[in-house]
Nanobody
Framework: QVQLVESGGGLVQPGGSLRLSCQAS????????MGWHRQAPGNERELVAT???????YYVDSVKGRFTISRDNAKNTVYLQMDSLKPEDTAVYYC????????WGQGTQVTVSS
């Protein structure tokens, strides 16, 4: 079994920053496009950002300019740097291949509140 584990979430004030990590137990995903998704209470899981195996990135308009997705294949890890956080960013954040054809993990909770 190849596992993906998200970490780095927490409670921050509006305008604050967090860096999320998604670490794979093995290097099996290094040739896949990876994505970060999030799910707020009462909402469906939505795409936030993607990164290809070659490093090309995509962001939804709501996070563009504030979030940065990156990957370190040597560490089997994908990151999501989140700056200028807003209350509407509050959600559980998940990583997966994109399209998300694998099971979802536990995710990591991000709460933006004063």
């Amino acid at each position: 079994q190849v596992q993906l584990v998200e970490s780095g979430g927490g409670l921050v004030q509006p305008g604050g920053s967090l860096r999320l990590s998604c670490q794979a137990s093995k290097s099996a995903f290094n040739n896949f496009r990876m994505g970060w998704h999030r799910q707020a209470p009462g909402n469906e899981r939505e795409l936030v950002a993607t990164i290809t195996s070659g490093g090309s990135t995509y962001y939804v308009d709501s996070v563009k300019g504030r979030f940065t997705i990156s990957r370190d294949n040597a560490k089997n890890t994908v990151y999501l740097q989140m700056d200028s956080l807003k209350p509407e960013d509050t959600a559980v954040y998940y990583c997966n291949i994109h399209p998300p054809l694998r099971p979802w993990g536990q995710g990591t909770q991000v709460t933006v509140s004063s």
